[in-house]
């Protein structure tokens, strides 16, 4: 459950990315996107040792 609600924030991120128009909001979005995927990534490791 938890990869598909960080998916849903790297979905929301990267639309901040491409259509915001705020540096700073856009700049957390990059932040949000490369920190939630790496926590995707370690799940996803986590679940294939199961």
């Known amino acids: 459950m938890m990869i598909a609600h960080?998916?849903?924030a790297v979905t929301m991120a990267?639309?901040?990315v491409a259509q915001g128009a705020n540096a700073d909001a856009?700049?957390?979005a990059q932040r949000i996107i490369t920190g939630q995927?790496?926590?995707i990534d370690t799940m996803k490791t986590i679940?294939?040792?199961l």
């Open 14 to 16: 990267k639309d901040e």
């Open 37 to 39: 995927q790496a926590e």
């Open 6 to 8: 960080h998916q849903g």
């Open 47 to 49: 679940l294939a040792r």
């Open 26 to 28: 856009k700049a957390l």
